[in-house]
């Protein structure tokens, strides 16, 4: 079966430090990936998607980027934190001909002070 | 483009009543629908969803939702309410033709159970 992990769980970082969350699939081969921040009381934003190894579609232009150094790994990254950073980071799945049915991962609680 | 619509931020209900979150989608084509949860702090958890087929569709937790076409709706509903029901609640659409980025999703709906 498939899962999906997601560390760190937590994270508190200052302003203008740097940001690695990392995401990882197991089970599955060649699939979409997502990244999504979710800010309190708010619904889920898509920040980017990727295709394939390499691949990174950005869906808003922001202080964050991704990348996908391998197949089944998806990164999120920033040079420096801004305050509006803070949020709940989720990372989400899609496999082929899944008719768009996306999994999720744990997430990650990132508190930017 | 696709749009989703749930009526209520939140929406409160007793232990034991029936459930009723609201979900109408705009969309060019017939979509794929679905349904997810979302426990505090935690990531969202597919309850159901509509692809081709039976316009009634079961889920996890005795949740069931109806694709109808003609109100453009996929209401969710579960006929008794359990206090572990309360959680966000997200109604999201896929475009069968559309590409890679995937679902568009509704803001929520925070649903209360009371004792």
């Known amino acids: 079966s498939q899962t999906i992990h997601q560390w760190p769980a937590t994270l508190v970082q200052p302003v203008g430090s740097p940001l690695s969350l990392e995401c990882t699939v197991e089970?599955?081969?060649?699939?979409?990936l997502y990244w999504y921040r979710q800010a309190a009381g708010r619904g889920l934003q898509l920040l980017f998607y990727?295709?394939?190894?390499?691949?990174i579609s950005s869906e808003v232009p922001q202080n964050l980027s991704a990348s996908r150094p391998q197949d089944r790994q998806f990164i999120l990254s920033s040079k420096k934190l801004l305050l509006s950073d803070s949020g709940f980071y989720l990372c989400?799945?899609?496999?082929?001909?899944?008719?768009?049915?996306?999994?999720f991962g744990p997430g990650t609680r990132l508190t930017v002070l | 483009a696709q749009s989703v619509t749930q009526l209520g931020s939140h929406v409160s209900v007793s232990e034991g009543a029936l459930v009723l979150l609201r979900c109408n989608y705009s969309?060019?084509?017939?979509?794929?629908l679905f349904w997810y949860v979302q426990y505090p702090n935690q990531g969202l958890q597919l309850l159901l969803k509509?692809?081709?087929?039976?316009?009634l569709v079961k889920g996890i937790n005795g949740f069931e939702a109806e694709f109808k076409k003609s109100e453009t709706s996929f209401h969710l509903t579960k006929p008794s309410a359990h206090m572990s029901d309360a959680a966000e609640y997200f109604c999201?659409?896929?475009?069968?033709?559309?590409?890679?980025?995937?679902?568009?999703f509704g803001k929520g709906t925070h649903l209360i159970i009371q004792p």
């Open positions: 990727s295709v394939g190894i390499g691949q």
């Open positions: 989400a799945w899609s496999g082929r001909g899944s008719h768009g049915t996306q999994y």
């Open positions: 969309s060019s084509v017939p979509p794929y």
């Open positions: 999201a659409v896929s475009d069968p033709g559309g590409g890679a980025d995937g679902l568009t």
């Open positions: 089970g599955t081969s060649n699939p979409n």
């Open positions: 509509y692809t081709t087929g039976a316009t």
